[in-house]
Nanobody, 122 residues
Framework: VQLQASGGGLVQPGGSLRLSCAVS????????IGWFRQAPGKKREGVSY????????SYANSVKGRFTISRDKAKDTVYLQMNSLKPEDTAVYYC????????????????WGQGTQVTVSS
């Protein structure tokens, strides 16, 4: 199983970025893709989640109304559209795949991508 996260970069406060997570090799049936982030000196936290077949989504309170997760089944890719970015969104963003019982808890995810850096700064 491989996950390739991309799309990070430097953006000014109020700007937007779209992260992509390409998933390959996962053949264990219905699953979820989650986005997590880790800021310097902080624990990794769940950001958003989407179920592969049901399409249900979940968001951390800190990003609700600003971030949108979506999927392209044909491309086996999940996107995280991030709008109205704030300096506190600065972190390394990771995507992961698994069958979590609780959407934004990382222990439910089995495979992780390498991370992509998002920096929000003027």
């Amino acid at each position: 199983v491989q996950l390739q996260a991309s799309g990070g970069g430097l953006v000014q406060p109020g700007g937007s970025l779209r992260l992509s997570c390409a998933v390959s090799g996962f053949t264990s049936g219905p699953h979820a893709i989650g986005w997590f982030r880790q800021a310097p000196g902080k624990k990794r936290e769940g950001v958003s989640y989407i179920h592969s077949s049901e399409g249900t989504t979940s968001y951390a309170n800190s990003v609700k109304g600003r971030f949108t997760i979506s999927r392209d089944k044909a491309k086996d890719t999940v996107y995280l559209q991030m709008n109205s970015l704030k300096p506190e969104d600065t972190a390394v963003y990771y995507c992961a795949v698994g069958c979590p019982s609780i959407p934004l808890i990382e222990s439910g995810y089995d495979y992780w991508g390498q991370g992509t850096q998002v920096t929000v700064s003027s």
